[in-house]
Nanobody, 122 residues
Framework: LQLVESGGGLVQPGGSLNLSCVVS????????IGWSRQVPGKEHPLKDR?????????????DYADTVKGRFTISRDSAKSTVYLQMNGLKPEDTGVYYC???????????WGQGTQVTVSS
């Protein structure tokens, strides 16, 4: 399974970004795909990665971290084998490297993309 993220960038507080995660090597409906972020200053890349959102393999429901509820929306397009993270009302504390991973419902996420940098700053 391969995952490739894109869509990060520099945005002002209150702005929006839409991240994409293209999944290949296995049908999207086999996997619960999630977004996590690595914030600056954390020493352990995997241990300190914060789960942001997870969309179930059925695609019918999703979970969100309390810190992003009401601002972020996860969705997927099975025809394009892509999972999106629409981020609105961005705050400086949302800054970090955003990774998509599979399977976010499993005890351990075995597959990660390379990450995309999101910087929220004026």
């Amino acid at each position: 399974l391969q995952l490739v993220e894109s869509g990060g960038g520099l945005v002002q507080p209150g702005g929006s970004l839409n991240l994409s995660c293209v999944v290949s090597g296995s049908p999207l409906h086999n996997w619960a795909i999630g977004w996590s972020r690595q914030v600056p200053g954390k020493e352990h890349p995997l241990k300190d990665r914060e789960g942001v959102s997870c969309i179930r393999s059925s695609g019918r429901s999703a979970d969100y971290a309390d810190t992003v509820k009401g601002r972020f929306t996860i969705s997927r397009d099975s025809a394009k084998s892509t999972v999106y993270l629409q981020m609105n009302g961005l705050k400086p504390e949302d800054t970090g490297v955003y990774y998509c991973g599979a399977d976010c419902e499993a005890p351990v996420v075995d597959y990660w993309g390379q990450g995309t940098q999101v910087t929220v700053s004026s």
